[in-house]
């Protein structure tokens, strides 16, 4: 039986006129080998790139990571602690009477606060006590005792001056703890017929607190130190006091105090 070449050759003639397929086959093979090769080398390329680009974008994305500046938090304000009871120590506090505003610095540890309030803080030094006061009400100058009440004058400096019981130096315009203040100098000349028993001996009450009741009084013997702020019912009024021959290391001490004192309206 013939071969399927045999048929073919036939078939074509002499010469043979179809293609030689052996020869077709073999310039063929090499082709289809170079374009596998070149496939495959494109695909690795592809792959190459890939891998590379990912690497890239990871890399650049922990840069950037790393790059990035947390900021610091802001550092938060530590506000002034609050004039409260016991001893200072040094360092700013913050507190207020009436409608006033205080910052007190202290570079020691020489003061105490023994009472505060809304119209009143007292301070104490050794044994003397330096208070910050809104008075509610002051005490008929005529009276005998500390029963009586009137309204607060306006100028409690110059009531201070008129008054029958007391002498007093000339007031002063000066400055303390910021503010414009007047300063006058009070003793007692002639005390109370009827002192209560809050006085420790013969005294006059000039007023009380506002909203504590608690008396303001100086003692005979003693010289008082007023310094009165602004008019009205809205005056501060500084005062402290000791006995004569010991009243200037009191004032000292009050005016080193004062130094880092800040009156400021509320």
Same mark, same amino acid.
């Given at each position: 039986?013939?071969?399927?070449?045999?048929?073919? %050759?036939?078939? @074509?003639?002499?010469?043979?006129?179809?293609?030689?397929?052996?020869?077709?086959?073999?310039?063929?093979?090499?082709?289809?080998?170079?374009?596998?090769?070149?496939?495959?080398?494109?695909?690795?390329?592809?792959?190459?790139?890939?891998?590379?680009? $990912?690497?890239?974008?990871?890399?650049?994305?922990?840069?950037?990571?790393?790059? $990035?500046?947390?900021?610091?938090?802001? &550092?938060?304000?530590? =506000?002034?602690?609050?004039?409260?009871?016991?001893?200072?120590?040094?360092?700013?506090?913050?507190?207020?009477?009436?409608?006033?505003?205080?910052?007190?610095?202290?570079?020691?540890?020489?003061?105490?606060?023994?009472?505060?309030? &809304?119209?009143?803080?007292?301070?104490?030094?050794?044994?003397?006590?330096?208070?910050?006061?809104?008075?509610?009400?002051?005490? &008929?100058?005529?009276?005998?005792?500390?029963?009586?009440?009137?309204? $607060?004058?306006? %100028?409690?400096?110059?009531?201070?001056?008129?008054?029958?019981?007391?002498?007093?130096?000339?007031?002063?315009?000066?400055?303390?703890?910021?503010?414009?203040?007047?300063?006058?100098?009070?003793?007692?000349?002639?005390?109370?017929?009827?002192?209560? @028993?809050?006085?420790?001996?013969?005294?006059?009450?000039?007023?009380?607190?506002?909203?504590?009741? =608690?008396?303001?009084?100086?003692?005979?013997?003693?010289?008082?130190?007023?310094?009165?702020?602004?008019?009205?019912?809205?005056?501060?009024?500084?005062?402290?006091?000791?006995?004569?021959?010991?009243?200037?290391?009191? %004032?000292?001490?009050?005016?080193?105090?004062?130094?880092?004192?800040?009156?400021?309206?509320?």
């Amino acid at each position: 039986m013939r071969d399927l070449r045999s048929l073919l %050759d036939e078939a @074509a003639g002499s010469p043979p006129d179809l293609p030689d397929l052996d020869g077709i086959r073999r310039r063929a093979h090499p082709r289809i080998i170079r374009r596998r090769a070149a496939s495959i080398v494109c695909l690795a390329a592809v792959l190459i790139a890939c891998w590379i680009g $990912v690497s890239t974008l990871a890399g650049g994305a922990g840069k950037d990571k790393g790059d $990035v500046v947390t900021p610091a938090p802001t &550092p938060s304000v530590t =506000e002034a602690p609050s004039i409260r009871q016991g001893q200072l120590e040094p360092g700013t506090y913050r507190g207020g009477v009436g409608d006033r505003r205080l910052r007190l610095e202290v570079d020691n540890d020489d003061w105490s606060v023994v009472a505060v309030h &809304p119209t009143w803080v007292a301070l104490t030094f050794r044994q003397y006590l330096v208070h910050l006061q809104v008075w509610g009400s002051v005490v &008929p100058p005529r009276s005998t005792d500390a029963g009586g009440h009137q309204d $607060v004058p306006d %100028d409690v400096a110059a009531w201070l001056v008129g008054h029958p019981r007391l002498s007093t130096s000339a007031p002063a315009a000066v400055v303390a703890g910021g503010s414009a203040a007047t300063q006058l100098d009070v003793r007692v000349v002639r005390p109370l017929e009827n002192p209560p @028993a809050e006085c420790t001996g013969p005294c006059v009450v000039l007023g009380r607190v506002a909203g504590e009741g =608690e008396l303001v009084d100086i003692t005979l013997g003693e010289r008082a130190r007023f310094l009165v702020f602004g008019q009205g019912r809205r005056q501060l009024i500084v005062n402290y006091r000791a006995p004569e021959h010991e009243f200037t290391v009191l %004032d000292r001490a009050v005016q080193d105090l004062l130094t880092g004192l800040h009156i400021a309206p509320g």
